[in-house]
């Protein structure tokens, strides 16, 4: 099992920056794809971002392509989203996610984060 722990979100102004982190336990994350996943109030949960087991390859959401990071600390167990010129559309609970795959739908993540709020103000 893998415990995932998301912390960093809060309240932010449009165009301004907030860096997420998802800490992991259990088990090394470094044999997992890391993703994140938001959810915006009366809607699904989307797909945000991912990054394979070495973090050699990532692999946005088009929306976030440009303005988001992902990354990872395998040394640390530690995953982190760098969100820069935020828009008020980015708002929602973000969610750490693991799993096997590369894959941006929700279903082929195992371990999933309680998920931390960020709000982008106007």
């Known amino acids: 099992q893998v415990q995932l722990v998301e912390s960093g979100g809060g309240l932010v102004q449009a165009g301004g920056s907030m860096r997420l982190s998802c800490a992991a336990s259990g088990r090394t994350i470094s044999n997992y794809v890391m993703g994140w996943f938001r959810q915006a109030p009366g809607k699904e949960r989307e797909f945000v971002a991912r990054?394979?087991?070495?973090?050699?390859?990532?692999y946005y959401q088009g929306s976030v392509n440009g303005r988001f990071t992902i990354s990872r600390d395998n040394a640390k167990n530690t995953a982190y989203l760098q969100m820069n010129s935020v828009k008020p559309e980015d708002t929602g609970v973000y969610y750490c996610a693991a799993g096997a795959y590369q894959s941006t739908t929700v279903q082929t993540y195992n371990y999933w984060g309680q998920g931390t709020q960020v709000t982008v103000s106007s």
């Open positions: 990054i394979s087991e070495s973090g050699i390859r990532t």
